[in-house]
C-alpha cells in the first residue's frame, strides 16, 4: 500500500499556551478523583460491601476519613486550578474570547445550526471556526457548574469545622440560601456531579468525532496548543484568537 501523501497549506493557530493545557489536565484528574471519592463519599457501598465495622475500618484503605481527605485535597486542586484559569484570561487573548458565546455576531448562529447538521451526521461539513458556538456557551457552562461545585463543596466542608475559615466565609450565607437545610446542599452537589459526568462524556465523544471527520487537529491541541485549518477553510473566529488586521492579510493571501 502506498502512503496517502497530498501536498496542502495550512494556517496554523497557536491558541493555548502551556499553563492552559496544564491546566486542563490537572483539572481533569481533579475531577476524575472528585466524582468516584464524592460518589463513595454519598453512598459507601456503591462499590459492593465494604465490610469492616467503624472500629476496624480506619486500618483499611476505603475508610471514610481517608476517603473524604482525598477529597478535600482534590477540592483545594480545583479551587486553585479555577483562581488559575480566570488569571489567564488576562494573559492571552484566546484564553478570553474562546469562552464567551458571541450571541451579537451572525456567524455564531450559522455556526450553531451547522456544527448541529455536523454532529448528527446530516452536513459532511461546517463553516470553518477554531471554537465552535456549541463548544464555547458548552465551556462557559461546565465552567460555572464546576464554580457551583467548589462553592457547594467547600460550604459543606465549613460545616464539619464550625470556627473554622471555610464556615465563616462560606457556609455562613450559603447555608439560608438552600432553605437553611444541609441535606439540600448535598442533594444539588450529587446532582452537579452527575451533570458535569455527563459533559465529560459529551465532551470526549465529541472531540474524537471532530478530529475524525475534520482533521483539523482538535484532539491534539489540548497537547500541542495548536490547530490547522487547510488552505480555502479560513475559520470566521480568527479575530478571537488574533489581530484583526493579521486576519484580513490572512484571508486575503
Ligand atoms: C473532567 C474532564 C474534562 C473537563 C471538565 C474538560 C473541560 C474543558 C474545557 C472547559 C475546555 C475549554 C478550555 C478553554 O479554552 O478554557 C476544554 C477543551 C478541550 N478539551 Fe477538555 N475537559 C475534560 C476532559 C477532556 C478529555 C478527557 C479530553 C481528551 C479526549 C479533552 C480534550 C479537550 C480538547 C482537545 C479541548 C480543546 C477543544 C476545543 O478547542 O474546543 N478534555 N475541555
Ligand atoms: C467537580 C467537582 C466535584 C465533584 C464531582 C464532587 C462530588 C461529590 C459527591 C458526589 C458528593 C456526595 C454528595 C452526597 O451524596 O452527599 C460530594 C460530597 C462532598 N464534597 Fe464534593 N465534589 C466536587 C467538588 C468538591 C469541592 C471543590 C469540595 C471542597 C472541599 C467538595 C467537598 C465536599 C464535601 C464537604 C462533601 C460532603 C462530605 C461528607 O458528607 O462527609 N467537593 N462531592
Given at each position: 500500500?502506498?502512503?496517502?501523501?497530498?501536498?496542502?497549506?495550512?494556517?496554523?493557530?497557536?491558541?493555548?499556551?502551556?499553563?492552559?493545557?496544564?491546566?486542563?489536565?490537572?483539572?481533569?484528574?481533579a475531577i476524575l478523583v472528585l466524582f468516584f471519592t464524592g460518589l463513595y463519599i454519598g453512598d459507601p457501598f456503591f462499590i459492593g460491601s465494604v465490610?469492616?465495622?467503624?472500629?476496624?475500618?480506619?486500618?483499611?484503605?476505603?475508610a471514610m476519613g481517608w476517603v473524604r481527605l482525598v477529597h478535600f485535597a482534590a477540592g483545594y486542586v480545583l479551587l486553585f486550578g479555577f483562581l488559575y484559569r480566570i488569571f489567564l484570561i488576562f494573559t492571552k487573548?484566546?484564553?478570553?474570547?474562546?469562552?464567551?458565546?458571541?450571541?451579537?455576531k451572525p456567524w455564531f448562529w450559522k455556526g450553531i445550526f451547522e456544527v448541529v447538521l455536523f454532529y448528527a451526521l446530516i452536513k459532511k461539513s461546517h463553516i470553518p471556526l477554531i471554537r465552535n458556538p456549541l463548544a464555547r456557551t458548552a465551556y462557559l457552562f461546565v465552567l460555572g457548574l464546576?464554580?457551583?461545585?467548589?462553592?457547594?463543596g467547600f460550604a459543606m466542608y465549613g460545616m464539619s469545622d464550625p470556627d473554622g475559615f471555610w464556615a465563616k466565609t462560606v457556609?455562613?450565607?450559603?447555608?439560608?440560601?438552600?432553605?437553611?437545610?444541609?441535606?439540600?446542599?448535598?442533594?444539588?452537589?450529587?446532582?452537579?456531579?452527575?451533570?458535569?459526568?455527563?459533559?465529560?462524556?459529551?465532551?470526549?465523544?465529541?472531540?474524537?468525532?471532530?478530529?475524525?471527520?475534520?482533521?483539523?487537529?482538535?484532539?491534539?491541541?489540548?497537547?500541542?496548543?495548536?490547530?490547522?485549518?487547510?488552505?480555502?477553510h479560513f475559520p470566521a473566529d480568527c479575530e478571537d484568537v488574533a489581530d484583526p488586521k493579521e486576519c484580513e492579510k490572512l484571508k486575503r493571501d
Open positions: 500500500m502506498v502512503a496517502d501523501v497530498v501536498k496542502k497549506t495550512f494556517y496554523r493557530f497557536y491558541l493555548f499556551q502551556p499553563g492552559l493545557r496544564l491546566w486542563h489536565w490537572v483539572q481533569f484528574l465490610g469492616w465495622d467503624a472500629t476496624q475500618a480506619p486500618a483499611h484503605d476505603l487573548k484566546s484564553h478570553f474570547w474562546l469562552i464567551i458565546p458571541k450571541f451579537w464546576i464554580l457551583f461545585e467548589i462553592w457547594t457556609s455562613s450565607w450559603t447555608l439560608p440560601l438552600f432553605g437553611g437545610n444541609e441535606y439540600n446542599l448535598h442533594f444539588w452537589h450529587h446532582v452537579v456531579a452527575w451533570i458535569i459526568a455527563i459533559f465529560v462524556i459529551v465532551h470526549v465523544y465529541m472531540v474524537f468525532f471532530n478530529d475524525f471527520l475534520a482533521k483539523e487537529g482538535e484532539l491534539s491541541s489540548m497537547a500541542s496548543g495548536v490547530k490547522y485549518f487547510p488552505e480555502g
